[in-house]
């Protein structure tokens, strides 16, 4: 079936580093890729999306590529702060009768100061 | 934050006892959806809604139902609580499908079966 893996599972960073999450998808015609933040004990908050017609996508400290041919994407969180630490979910559209999401399994970001 | 709004926020139950949580939206959206969210596996769909009486299966269907009688209001009920069924609810609006729109979360229901 439709599957997106996520790595790494943990991330642990400096402040002020960068920090690179990587998702890959199955299904070659999932066209929207949304990224979610989750800090603990609260609900999973959109950060930002790409759709398959846009390469690349900035919002501030924070970047998303995509990659169709290799079925890739990834998020990219600049001068990190401990205000980002948090689980971060990808997801991506897939189709089987009705379009819905198929999440990651999340990755824990911990930024030190 | 959307108008989305989980009850109970916090239950445990018996093994094999009955079970429904509520979500209700104020924001008229088509689109509901009801995910669990457990270590390792991320948030998986169990069922989803497009319309007033319209829902269908998602991917871990298996021991849950759900009713949606108005536009507002999405009920999921564990027929016979398992153990395995011990996990995080979270509730979802979207105004479309999720493929070209954003998903908003309620804040979630964490439910133990004992």
């Known amino acids: 079936g439709e599957n997106v893996e996520q790595h790494p599972s943990t991330l642990s960073v400096q402040e002020g580093d960068s920090a690179v999450i990587k998702c890959t998808y199955s299904d070659s015609a999932s066209n929207y890729f949304p990224w979610y933040k989750q800090e603990l004990g609260k609900r999973p908050q959109l950060i930002i999306d790409?759709?398959?017609?846009?390469g690349e996508k900035k919002d501030q400290r924070i970047a998303v590529t995509l990659n169709k041919t290799a079925k890739h994407f990834s998020l990219h969180i600049t001068e990190t702060q401990p205000e980002d630490s948090a689980v971060y979910f990808c997801?991506?559209?897939?189709?089987?009768?009705?379009?819905?999401?198929?999440f990651g399994t999340g990755t824990r970001l911990l930024v030190s100061p | 934050d959307a108008g989305i709004t989980q009850s109970p926020r916090h239950k445990v139950t018996e093994t094999g006892t009955p079970v429904t949580l509520r979500c209700h939206q104020t924001e008229n959206h088509r689109y509901m959806y009801w995910y669990r969210q457990d270590p390792g596996h991320g948030l998986r769909l169990i069922h989803y809604s497009y319309g007033v009486k319209d829902t269908d299966k998602g991917e871990v269907s298996d021991g849950y139902s759900v009713s949606r009688s108005k536009t507002e209001d999405f009920l999921l009920t564990l027929e016979s609580a398992t153990s395995s069924q011990t996990s995080v609810y979270f509730c979802?609006?979207?105004?479309?499908?999720?493929?070209?729109?954003?998903?908003?979360f309620g804040q979630g229901t964490r439910l133990t079966v004992v």
């Open positions: 979802a609006i979207s105004e479309a499908g999720t493929e070209n729109t954003e998903a908003f």
């Open positions: 790409i759709r398959s017609n846009v």
């Open positions: 997801a991506a559209s897939v189709r089987t009768g009705f379009q819905k999401l198929v």
